[in-house]
């Protein structure tokens, strides 16, 4: 039997607004036109994802991509985080490197230069 660690919606989004705010000022400022986003489940194909960055990475953006463009968005996904963990510090953990992670594919870094840097 699998076991979820408890953690109220509310709680789950508080861990994503502080991981959040662990992130340097600088680099903060520097994103741009994203909105980070909490859901329960992933995409059923996937049903393992923590998270997911969906939109046009900063270093492939041109001139023209800002007309009428929508926000990229990074999604964190609670469920398959709750299984995941043991505790809920675990959870905090897992959940700021997910926000990192999904930030980090804003910039354009991709997942093997990310698990090159300890951040899979």
Known sequence: MVRVVEMS???FEDAVRD??????????????NVVVLVEDDPP??????????????LTERGEVWAAG?????????????????E??????????VTVVHEIAHHFGIDDARL???GWG
């Open 87 to 96: 505790d809920r510090d675990e959870v905090v953990e897992e959940v700021a």
């Open 19 to 32: 991981a959040l705010d662990e992130i340097p000022p600088e680099l903060a400022a520097m994103m741009d």
């Open 44 to 57: 059923a194909d996937d049903p393992d994802l923590l998270g997911l960055y969906e939109g046009t990475p």
């Open 9 to 11: 919606l509310e709680d």
């Open 69 to 85: 463009a929508l926000p990229d968005r990074i999604t964190v996904f609670r469920l398959p985080t709750l299984a995941l963990c």
């Open 115 to 117: 698990h090159e840097l």
